[in-house]
């Protein structure tokens, strides 16, 4: 699991950067993205992530759903 923050519209660029990094890096990852210039999901289905998260909450529930649902859950 990787997740990317993006706080402002200049860090979306690299969040974006960076979720394009490791998929070409490592591959099939799951990536959450979120932040304050993240708004919703959409946002962080255009920056090439598979999930967004509102805030630091939302992580555990979101990553233990991806995870269980791909067979990783430990």
Same mark, same amino acid.
């Given at each position: 699991?990787?997740? *990317?923050?993006?706080?402002? &519209? #200049? ?6 950067? %960076?979720? #394009? ?8 990852? =799951?990536? %959450? *993205? /979120? /932040?304050?210039?993240?708004? !919703? #999901?959409?946002?962080?289905? @255009? %920056? &090439?992530? !598979? +999930?967004? +998260?509102? !805030? *630091? @909450? #939302?992580?555990? =529930? ?13």
């Amino acid at each position: 699991m990787t997740a *990317a923050s993006g706080l402002n &519209g #200049e860090s979306l660029t690299a969040a974006s950067s %960076l979720i #394009e990094a490791v998929r070409q890096s490592i591959g099939a990852v =799951p990536v %959450l *993205a /979120g /932040g304050a210039a993240v708004r !919703d #999901e959409q946002s962080a289905q @255009r %920056l &090439g992530a !598979d +999930a967004w +998260a509102g !805030d *630091a @909450r #939302e992580v555990g =529930p979101i990553i233990s759903a991806i995870t269980s649902t791909r067979g990783q859950k430990r």
